[in-house]
């Protein structure tokens, strides 16, 4: 069984994996009302993925025989500017989410929680991907500039992320 403190932790973190949910649902509508349907679609699959990202920790909680508290989950922006500052926001996003998982397993490593140090290591390795994912978008942003075609190319590329599974 994880300790007290181990289950606040991570109780915490569904709270925060939540907030991305939120935050990436508010960031594709927001793509809707500027008119980019793949950014809108890229941000919805981002959505679903962080709802995955809740289960998986509520259902290990559970699983460790400890109760899941459901905090509130704060209001995300209703605005995040121009689609260069989107993508900006996002890898930010996800390198605090980085920092957060890395505090975690300090947690973990600290309590010798050799379980919880084995579950974390998914989210380690999942983080390089979600960072990894988000530079892909920011490079050729930052090379077409202003120019409309090219936004519209890398729209174009956005509306074909998979489902997560
Ligand atoms: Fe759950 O990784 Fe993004 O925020």
Redesign the pocket.
Known sequence: MISEKMQEELNEQVNK?FY?AYMYLAMSAYCNTIGLPGFEHWMRMQYEE?IM?VTKMYDYIMGQGRAVHLKAIEEPPKEYGTPLEIIQKTLE??QF?TKMIHQLMDLAVQEKDYATQTFLQWYVT??VE?EANVNDILAPLRMVGGDKSGLMMIDQKLAGRPAPV
Do not use: F, I, L, T
């Open positions: 994996e991305s962080e990202h996003h996800e989410v999942e983080q979600e």
